[in-house]
């Protein structure tokens, strides 16, 4: 549907309003890759949050949350939402500098992911072993 009406605003005028045409990429992937990194940053913000109330509990109410474990988990969830959204960016570039631009920031965010599930793995070791210490008592 095309409008024909041109609005008069003193001296601005609006050009006439198209509907979006959902079936091109680079209408589409712009909100896709927005909602990508709006959920990744969710479920970082979720984790820090859920990790700072559980901290508190540690330190001050001697609770034994595992911590580590489960703020690592976040992170690494939230950076695989975030790295989505990079993977889709590269549908979208134009120039070789953009392209080096994302493939760098790309590599960094794997790299932050591996040394988080490095963390994780050790954290659910250590969970596991005091867990058999527990049951051992």
């Keep these: 549907i095309v409008s024909d009406n041109v609005l008069d605003y003193g001296n601005v005028k609006d050009e006439k309003v198209y509907p979006v045409d959902w079936s091109d990429k680079k ?30 509990g540690n330190t001050f109410f001697k609770k034994h949350y595992d911590l580590q474990y489960l703020f690592a988990t976040g992170l690494a ?15 979208l570039i134009r120039e070789m500098s953009e392209l080096v631009m994302l493939g760098a ?18 954290a659910r070791a250590k969970r596991t072993f ?3 210490v527990d049951k051992s008592k």
């Design 105 to 122: 920031i790309i590599v960094l965010r794997a790299l932050v992911t591996i040394l988080l599930r490095f963390e994780i793995r050790g």
């Design 130 to 132: 005091l867990e058999e």
């Design 77 to 91: 969830t939230g950076l695989e939402f975030k790295m989505a959204a990079e993977i889709l960016k590269t549908v």
């Design 27 to 56: 209408t589409v992937l712009p909100y896709i890759i927005s909602i990508l990194e709006i959920m990744g940053i969710l479920v970082v913000a979720f984790s820090g949050g859920r990790a700072f109330v559980q901290y508190i």
